[in-house]
């Protein structure tokens, strides 16, 4: 016996010694870890064992036998594997490729994460939308795990049959049951656990495939954060007072509950170091820090400073993420004794109306007209064109999740954005138009808002207005890198009056960031009202509890933005994936083809019938005056033409129809064949070709 045939038997001895003690369930980590790879050693004994036997017959049954077996084996193995994981995304929206924010996230988890997957596979009557969805909610799963930093993601795939275990830690987890049959239930549904957090998908919903990712990610990222996200304030109003109940803004109460508020004022480097010892921070910087306050809301900045706006400006440049709320005339702010301000005369007391910010809308290009209000005629009501009830059909970006779920946004006396002299806003940074207005607005003054004859002024105004022009956005997103606003410098810093403090901005002046070191993001909303109580909630009393109530959705459009930008910077500005199921838009392309040209020869048919029946009655009315019999020999030919015509017209349109059913059935039948025949053609042509060509290379030889 030969060296490799005593090797082969060594092998297949070994092999099927483990493969039997892999059977057993003997309580010992050795033996756990064997029936992992049961299979794997019974492969490979049957393969080194086709080495063994002198007959080549025999060995080529066994290669044939163990070469498909040893395919399928292999290819289990490899999807087990990061490698196993990689794909090329060759659709056109790459509805299978994760974004770079999803993929940031899993790349930087410090702490494990276990994904508790929850769905029942074997119940009769499952609907088949949701039979499609569960593979795809199983590999987008698997493929989070493969690309999570060093494992810290543990995937448990877990079949909740009923009254099992299982199934009471599915409802536990607050798993949501779904009715499928009289008798049966059907769970699909996550828990996503990090230490002491957890937070739970109740049901996956096939209706709300395309958030399939946003899901999952921003939970991983919600139970990964270990402190409350601190949401930073900047308003010239004071949100935590007033309102309807004395108590502060309605919408303020609740972002209380959610985060760690820190209230900054108008000056918020003044302000920065109280804040610093209240949360145990050490020392507070010159600047606002991304890492500790994770999104700026900025709330009718009326009155802001250079200061103000350039530490706005770097800490958008530090990869921040700011929430502009401007204004160009502010009810809250009338009511606090705000008068809009004459030109030429100092200021009147009280808030300001008007808000903006006019350093950073300027450096990126940035239109919005002060103290002039938006008149939109197809979202104002006819009782108060002020308002602005913005419907579905403005919410543009129908792909971006803060979008999601939101039906209406009411605004008030609201401004617009856009791009200045003739250039979008924004110039080398990404601008999503989010919510825009109609092509039937215009602008008005305050005084025109506030005279006795407003109603027909507007009237006027909306009349004269001209078709054709640009849209104004109400809501818009700019991230990316952004450049200072500021190139001079901390504007501060010119001012100082004796050397310390001089070389104390001297410094702060070189520390300024000119150009971004990280993706920043800027939203804009061209009103600030439409937080305020009556626009976004109303309270009541209930017994002794005040129960907030929404009456739009403007404070869960605000909260959608806020959990994006808090839960983590990747989250800022996130779509929705494209539908993996989707109309054949190709074939109903080709189809409207067809029919655009069946319906012409239609519309051709039914022009002839209409002017042959025209002509029949004329003839029919001298019919009436002659008697059938003493009809003469011109008229009856006449009539028999028009019958005749009449089922030839009848005919050709039956013809029509059937034709333009055949080109219908030829296209589906084309494309049905293509797609199946033209891969194996294209093999056939290749292998003939290399056929020829290596022929060709014999014969020269």
Known sequence: MNVSKAFAIGITTIGFILFVLSQFRWQHPFLDSLSLHTWYFAIGSFIALSFVPNSRLIRVGFAAVALPIFVFFFTDFVSRTDIGNKSIDLTEDDRYTLTKGTRAILTELKDPVTINYYVTRDVDGTPSAYKRHIPRVDSFLRQLEGLANDKKITLNFIDPEPNTDEEDAALLDQVQQIPVTQDDKFLFGASISSLDKKTVIPFFAPSQETQLEYQLISAIAEVSRRETPVVGLISAHNLASGGQTNQGWLFYQLLQRSYDVANLGMMPIESL?????????????????????????????????????????????????????????????????????IPGMPPQGGTPPSSSLPKLFKKHNIGFKESQVVIDRKYAPSNNPRILLLNEESMTAKDDISL???????????????????????????????????????????????SPDAANQLRFALGSRREGDEKQTYVALLSGTFTTAFPEGDPSAKEGPDENEG??????????????????????????????????????????????????????????????????????????????????????????????????????????????????????????????????????????????????????????????????????????????????????VIGLFVFIWRKQQTKAR
Not at 312 to 318: C, F, S
Not at 421 to 432: D, F, I, Q, T
Not at 506 to 512: G, L, Q, R
């Open 273 to 341: 170091g109280t804040e610093y010892q209240k949360r145990k921070w050490g020392n507070a910087p010159n600047f606002l820090d991304p890492e500790k306050i994770k999104v700026i809301l900025v709330v009718h900045p009326a009155g802001i400073t250079p200061d103000t706006e350039f530490v706005l400006d770097q800490y958008i440049l530090r990869g921040g993420t700011v929430i502009a709320c401007v204004d160009p005339l502010s009810l809250v702010a009338q009511q606090s004794g705000g008068r809009p301000q």
């Open 404 to 450: 999601s779920k939101i039906k209406n946004l009411a605004f008030l006396m609201s401004g617009g954005f856009t791009g200045e002299n003739g250039k979008a806003m924004g110039p080398g940074l990404e601008v999503r138009k989010l919510v825009e207005s109609s092509y039937e607005y215009t602008f008005v003054t305050d005084q025109t808002l506030n």
């Open 503 to 684: 070389e104390k901005e001297e410094k702060t002046t070189e520390e300024a960031l000119t150009t971004g070191i990280k993706v920043g993001n800027l939203y804009l909303f061209s009103d600030s009202d439409f937080l305020y109580d009556g626009m976004a909630y109303n309270a009541r009393r209930m017994f002794n509890t005040q129960v907030v109530e929404p009456i739009t959705n403007n404070g869960a459009f605000m909260f959608n933005i806020l959990d994006q930008a808090a839960g983590s910077e990747h989250l800022v500005g996130a779509r929705a994936r494209g539908e993996v199921y989707r109309p054949f838009t190709v074939l109903r392309e080709l189809e409207a083809v067809s029919e655009r040209k069946s319906k012409e020869n239609l519309d051709k048919l039914q022009a002839k019938e209409q002017r042959i029946e025209k002509e029949f009655q004329q003839i029919r009315s001298q019919m009436s005056s002659a008697q059938e019999a003493q009809m003469s020999p011109e008229l009856q030919a006449k009539r028999d033409e028009y019958i005749k015509n009449k089922v030839q017209i009848q005919k050709d349109r039956r013809e029509e129809k059937k034709a333009h059913q055949r080109d219908v059935d030829l296209l589906k039948a084309n494309i049905f064949w293509s797609n199946i025949l033209y891969m194996p053609l294209g093999v056939i």
